[in-house]
Each structure stands twice: as structure tokens, then as C-alpha cells.
């Protein structure tokens, strides 16, 4: 979002060398380099001192061939329509690279939620349901938390949903709170999914799984991968950890526990007793075996890329390396796992909810991480198998994975 940098000229310059490689058509290309359906809305809305403020939101439907459109809604003040474009169309390159049978979508507000009260943000998450609902269901597109939504956000969502249509919805949209119609295991998804993608990335390169790892960004994929990452790779030593206020490092670890308890308390980590405060943008540099981008696109540049010393690098955020710096890392010899696959655990248990709620029956927690388990594995192994026989990158790999499963149900669907 800073500077010149355009997430979606990044995306479609990924989505038409990957095209270039599977010899696609024109008309295939052209179809996927665009979203399918946009929708802008205006709203109103009453804030505490009285005064109605107006803002402005978005949903993308990126592609619908595979299914409804999937995918979160940020509420943020760097949102632009291109940032949700890019960010609907890895969505549906997302949910294809898992073979879910699902398209990509993405919607945001411009807003700043840290400096507005509860009521306010419930009037905001009202007002947009309000303008969208009439482009949503669990069969035309289906919203979830991202950045600076969550869990409660989508209750209150649900709730103007059902009150519109006067009816029950659980399946309108996933990583509700458990109580209506939330999966187990959801919340700590996105985190479990690149912890699994680590693993087996671990034991295809030779690396110790037991090693260092450094996480850039504090929310709650990188809270909850601060706390999983030891107990999925048996150990595990948490060196460095930044949030948008600052960096902290501890040679000798960081305590996950604590240092979420301090997060959650203080709004920060910066100042966590027994660590040393570094600048934020130092922890993507750390001589650490793994290192989580958990924060947003375009941290990892031309720049920085040079300066990066992790053996792995796992994508929780989206779209967090720029093509200038995927090109450095590869010539580096660091393994990138792309947003793709590494941060496909959260849709991947999304769809999980919506097969739970569509039967109304629900599974346990274990259920719910082994099928998980199952799906990010063979994923992997199926970026594996491209990289080895397109001779790729792994970025790419996937990219090509995505779009040919896009363009076959384009193509069966006879669109091109
Ligand atoms: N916002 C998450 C993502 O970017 C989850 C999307 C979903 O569950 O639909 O993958």
C-alpha cells in the first residue's frame, strides 16, 4: 500500500506469467486478470458525538468458475479498490491451489477501527451488510474476518443478515464465534496451516525443525503461530517478534505465552519485560531458521531482500514478498512458501464451517486440525510436484497450480 507499489499490477503480472507458461488463450487470460463482479457502497453512519461520518467499502468477486466467492473483509485506512482486488484474486488462486470447490472474493472498508469505540464499528459491520447483502449467501459469496476484523464482527454481521432476510444463515459467512455456528479450530487455522507447510517444508529441505523462528506482525495469525509452532514442531525457540509499534528481540526466547498475554494487554509488544527493543523492520532480517511475515503486503523488497537470512520463509500475510524481492530470495537459495498454500489454513477450515453448517452437525476440534492436516499436506506435496516439473519457483508453482485449475473450470463451464 506504500509508495508506487500496486498489489494488483503485482497480481496480474503473476496471473499472466503463469498464464504465458500454461499456454492459455487470450480470452482465458484476459478473464482471469480481472474480477468477475465489484461492488462499491457508500454508508452513513452515526458516531458517538452525534455526527454522521460516511465511508466507503468494497466487495470483490474475483472468479466464480470452481464456486462462491470466499474470502475476509479488512477494515482499514490503506484499503484501495486495487488492494482488495489483488487480495480477491489470491483468494481464488488460494482456494483452487487447495482444490476447495470455492472462488476467491474480498471486501474492506477504508476506516481506522483503533481509534473508533465498539458501537461505532457495530454500526459500520451493520451498515455493510446492509449495502452487500443482496450479493451474498453460502452459494454466491461467503465473507470472514482479516485484518482488523474478527470473530464478533462477523456475529454482528450474521445477525443484520438474518434480520434482513428473516431467516437463519450460518453458512453467509465463516469464523463466526462458536455459539453461532462457528467451527472449532478456526481461530488458530491460519497459524496451524503454515506450522504444518514449515514442517513438511523442513523435511524436504534438511532443515531442524526445532530451530529459531522470528514472526513480523502481531495479530492473530502471528500470536496464535508464536504458540503453535513448538507444539506441531516439537520445539522451537522464538527469537524476535514486531508488531506496527515496534520489535522486540531475546537471544534466549521469547515466552509465547507471556509475551501474547503482554500483546493482548498492552496493545503492543513493544517494552515485554526481558527483551531488548529493536527496529520494527530488523525482525525480518534475523538469522533465524524460519521466519512469518504475519503483517501485510510488500514487506519483503528489493530493499530488504538482500539483508534476509532465514533458510524458510512462510507467507502468513498475503501478498507480503514483492516479485523484485521473490526474485533475490530465489537466487539466495531461501525457500519461500507463498501466501498461497502458507496461509491457506484459515479458508481451508472456512470451508470445513460451511460443510459443518450446512449439515448442522459439528465436528470436535481433532477432526477438524487432522482433515487440515490432510488437505495442507497433499497441497503441499502438490507444489512439490510442480516446482520439480515446471522447474519454477515456488511462488509460481503455485500461481500455476491456481490458475490452471481456473481456467479448466472456465473452460468447461464454456466461458472461453
Ligand atoms: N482472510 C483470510 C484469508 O485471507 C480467510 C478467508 C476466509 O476464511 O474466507 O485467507
Not at 482444490?99 to 461505532?120: F, Q
Not at 459491520?125 to 443482496?134: F, G, N, S
Request: charged share 20%; with cysteine; net charge neutral.
Amino acid at each position: 500500500m506504500s509508495g508506487s507499489y500496486n498489489s494488483f499490477s503485482v497480481a496480474q503480472q503473476q496471473i499472466r506469467e503463469a498464464a504465458a507458461i500454461l499456454g492459455l488463450d487470450d480470452a482465458a487470460t484476459q478473464l482471469l486478470l480481472w474480477p468477475q463482479r465489484e461492488f462499491q457502497f457508500t454508508m452513513p453512519v452515526r458516531m458517538d458525538n452525534g455526527q454522521v461520518k460516511v465511508f466507503h467499502g468494497y466487495r470483490i468477486q474475483y472468479n466464480s468458475a470452481r464456486g462462491p466467492a470466499k474470502g475476509g473483509i479488512r477494515f482499514h485506512p490503506g484499503e484501495t479498490v486495487d488492494t482488495i482486488r489483488a487480495l480477491a484474486c489470491w483468494m481464488a488462486c488460494k482456494t483452487a491451489v487447495l482444490d476447495l470447490p470455492l472462488g476467491g472474493g474480498k471486501g474492506g472498508v477504508i476506516c481506522d477501527p483503533k481509534t473508533m469505540s465498539a458501537r461505532e464499528i457495530e454500526s459500520l459491520a451493520r451498515a455493510y451488510i446492509r449495502a452487500a447483502a443482496p450479493y451474498l449467501g453460502h452459494d454466491k459469496d461467503i465473507p470472514a474476518p482479516d485484518m482488523y476484523t474478527n470473530p464478533q464482527i462477523m456475529a454482528w454481521m450474521m445477525d443484520e443478515y438474518e434480520t434482513i432476510t428473516q431467516g437463519h444463515h450460518p453458512g453467509v459467512l465463516t469464523d463466526k464465534p462458536t455459539q453461532m455456528g462457528g467451527s472449532e479450530g478456526r481461530r488458530d487455522a491460519t497459524a496451524r496451516g503454515g506450522v504444518i507447510v514449515v514442517r513438511e517444508a523442513c523435511k524436504w529441505l534438511g532443515v531442524d525443525p526445532t530451530g529459531t523462528f522470528a514472526i513480523q506482525g502481531f495479530g492473530n495469525a502471528g500470536q496464535r503461530v508464536s504458540l503453535l509452532h513448538s507444539r506441531i514442531l516439537g520445539g522451537g525457540k522464538l527469537v524476535a517478534a514486531c508488531d506496527s509499534r515496534g520489535g522486540i528481540l531475546n537471544p534466549d526466547g521469547l515466552n509465547p505465552k507471556e509475551l501474547v498475554t503482554y500483546k493482548l494487554k498492552k496493545g503492543t509488544v513493544s517494552g515485554f519485560p526481558g527483551s531488548q527493543s529493536i527496529p520494527r523492520d530488523s525482525v525480518l532480517e534475523m538469522d533465524v531458521d524460519v521466519l512469518y511475515p504475519a503483517a501485510m503486503e510488500n514487506a519483503i523488497t528489493e530493499d530488504n531482500a538482500p539483508n534476509i537470512r532465514a533458510k524458510i520463509v512462510c507467507e502468513l500475510a498475503n501478498g507480503p514478498t514483492s516479485p523484485e524481492a521473490d526474485a533475490i530470495l530465489q537466487k539466495r537459495g531461501i525457500h519461500v512458501i507463498p501466501d498461497l498454500l502458507a496461509s491457506a489454513g484459515g479458508v481451508t477450515v472456512s470451508y470445513f464451517e460451511m460443510v459443518q453448517n450446512s449439515n448442522s452437525f459439528f465436528w470436535d476440534e481433532k477432526t477438524v486440525n487432522g482433515l487440515l492436516d490432510e488437505k495442507i499436506t497433499k497441497a503441499y506435496r502438490t507444489l512439490q510436484e510442480a516446482i520439480r516439473e515446471k522447474m519454477v519457483h515456488p511462488r509460481l508453482a503455485a500461481t500455476l497450480v491456481g490458475v490452471a485449475r481456473m481456467a479448466e473450470a472456465c473452460s468447461l463451464r464454456g466461458w472461453v
